[in-house]
């Protein structure tokens, strides 16, 4: 397993990481498989699309199907059907989201199943050796992820922890041919603590870095700060993984400001729910307007979807409430995304990242 950046132009940069399921090439979207599934996706139309890697979520997968099950299966690639990358996070987010029926302790997070109200306890080792189940190409420890705005005081003990844990996970880090293990890095939006917690994950040597806590209450200007202060102090051989960020917008933001990896359920999501991605933004194919339009979502588009369909056929099945609605908008959402890193990466190696950005960014959103 290894990382090799073979261009800059800029700050962005274009890579080739290589897992024990094949090579990666960076930037890379990720699509979102919460319970080893990319919803209303075969994973064969997801291989088709180019995807060499997919995340799953160590919170639901631990409550269902559960451990015995996916050690029964050898993991979570017998499991799935799924033969490409998997990388999994630990759950801390998930865990952070249910305010209400969890509690942050020292050696861990309490937290009740929002399937059957069970009482589970998640710790920096426990989280590991889930993983280390799931078979996963690359592993996150647990981490505390603070809602913003919060307290000096909330914060300072948010990395504490993370930073503690972190540790905790290296040193119980499983046989490196069996996957990697990034660090992940918090402090909201405080330069002092972002710094602190950055510093102090490097010391430990991960083999590649998350950018977590971000999109949980700071307005652009502060998370793009927090990107960019990133891109200053962390090692330049190692990939940066920024978690849960998915605006076309903020990809192509962040990629120039250093970052490889990404994820979000935005295009997964927002497809089920009717709206299509596109070069001049999104459209809600919802809309009546679309009812007797014989275009594709876009013309210029080589999707399967685009090249076989009209809006009007698609919106028509939404309003039927048909399985295919989501199959079909998934499918051009997630070409999308994937056109997008591919573009920037060839912009990077062409040495004109910043004006293949330009002009993506005075087009979108019309």
């Known amino acids: 397993m290894s990382f090799r950046i073979l261009k800059f132009s800029g700050d962005a940069r274009a890579g080739l990481l290589t897992l024990p399921h094949g090579e990666v090439k960076t930037p890379v979207f990720m699509p979102v498989g919460t319970s ?139 046989d490196k041919k069996k996957g990697l293990l990034f660090g992940i890095i918090q402090g909201g939006i405080s330069k002092a603590e972002r710094e602190r917690c950055c510093k102090e994950l490097i010391k430990l040597d991960f083999p590649g870095y998350a950018i977590g806590g971000l999109a949980v209450g700071e307005n652009l200007n502060e998370r793009l700060e927090v990107i960019l202060l990133l891109n200053e102090i962390l090692p330049q051989n190692k990939p940066r993984y920024l978690m849960g960020m998915g605006k076309p917008e903020d990809i192509i933001d962040a990629i120039s400001r250093g970052v490889d990896m990404f994820d979000c359920v935005l295009p997964t999501r927002n497809a089920r729910n009717g709206q299509a991605f596109t070069r001049k933004g999104e459209l809600n194919l919802k809309n009546a307007c679309f009812s007797t339009d014989d275009n594709p979502i876009e013309s210029e588009c080589e999707c399967y979807t685009c090249r076989n369909f009209t809006k009007g056929y698609i919106r028509h099945l939404i309003k039927a409430r048909e399985i295919l609605a989501s199959q079909l908008l998934t499918i051009h959402n997630l070409f999308f995304y994937n056109t997008i890193c591919k573009e920037a990466r060839l912009s990077i190696l062409k040495g004109d990242f910043h004006e293949w950005r330009r002009r993506f960014l005075k087009n979108f959103d019309k």
Request: glycine share 8%.
């Open 36 to 174: 080893a599934t990319v919803k209303a996706m075969l994973p064969r139309d997801i291989h088709d699309l180019g995807y060499k890697i997919i995340l799953a979520n160590t919170y639901h997968l631990y409550l269902r199907p559960g451990l015995n099950v996916l050690k029964k299966f050898g993991g979570l690639h017998g499991f799935s059907g799924w033969h490409g990358n998997i990388l999994t996070d630990s759950g801390g987010f998930q865990v952070f989201s249910l305010s209400d029926i969890r509690t942050i302790k020292e050696e861990g997070i309490e937290f009740k199943s929002h399937l059957d109200g069970s009482l589970h306890f998640f710790t920096p080792s426990s989280v590991i050796e889930a993983q280390d189940i799931f078979g996963s190409d690359i592993r996150m420890p647990l981490d505390v992820c603070p809602a913003l705005p919060c307290s000096d005081e909330v914060l300072k003990d948010s990395v504490d922890k993370t930073i503690k844990w972190a540790r905790i996970s290296k040193d119980i880090e499983p």
